[in-house]
């Protein structure tokens, strides 16, 4: 398969969750030196990618205001990061989606990039990152290069009531890409985690 273009990504931010570990607070919008969550988030993954979206459920306006197109989930309740994907599908314009969640704002630098290389030599349909943890790789569901067609499967997946990530993306080609800094996928659930994020920050 040929090389994936960065102009051929859209990006998407996963902003959409209840966020139940933080009190229910709208996770991207919470401040990290200086500005929310989510804004870092986008503007790491900007130069990587050809567009960028995020997908919200509240909070509209604020996350509108960051300048890029907002989507809220294509289903009801909060149902989990796959409806958030499937938002991203139906409205992307590129022959992939790559999605990365808000709460991860050290997220690698070449992520985008390593996805679409390791997708275009394994002729994957889904390339997802991984890291290594007590020798085992771990994969990061929700660093997932999507290629866009497989956007009525995945909404076929949902309506039958379907919520997992990794059963939904077993189910297809996926390529695996292994990154050596755990840290770089130090994710916020919760207010004492965000407090550690921004002490390792300064």
Not at 175 to 192: H, I, M, R, S, Y
Request: proline share 6%; with cysteine.
């Amino acid at each position: 398969m040929a090389a994936i273009a960065a102009d051929d990504i859209t990006g998407l931010i996963l902003a959409g969750g209840r966020a139940t570990r933080m009190g229910g607070v709208d996770k991207g919008l919470q401040t990290h030196l200086g500005l929310p969550l989510a804004m870092h988030t986008l503007l790491r993954l900007q130069p990587q990618v050809g567009a960028v979206m995020i997908n919200a459920n509240r909070n509209l306006a604020a996350y509108e205001a960051m300048g890029v197109p907002v989507w809220p989930d294509a289903l009801p309740d909060y149902p989990g990061p796959l409806a958030g994907m499937l938002a991203g599908l139906e409205q992307c314009q590129t022959p992939w989606l790559l999605t990365v969640p808000c709460d991860t704002p050290g997220f690698p630098t070449d992520l985008a990039a390593r996805l679409a290389q390791a997708a275009a030599e394994q002729d994957a349909d889904i390339a997802m990152a991984a890291t290594r943890e007590d020798g085992a790789l771990r994969t990061q569901p929700v660093f997932c290069l999507i290629r866009a067609a497989l956007m009525e499967d995945l909404a076929a997946w949902l309506h039958a009531g379907q919520r997992k990530i990794d059963r939904w993306t077993a189910r297809h080609r996926c390529a695996t890409v292994e990154f050596d800094d755990p840290a770089a996928f130090f994710n916020v659930n919760t207010l004492d985690e965000l407090q550690s994020l921004q002490e390792r920050a300064r």
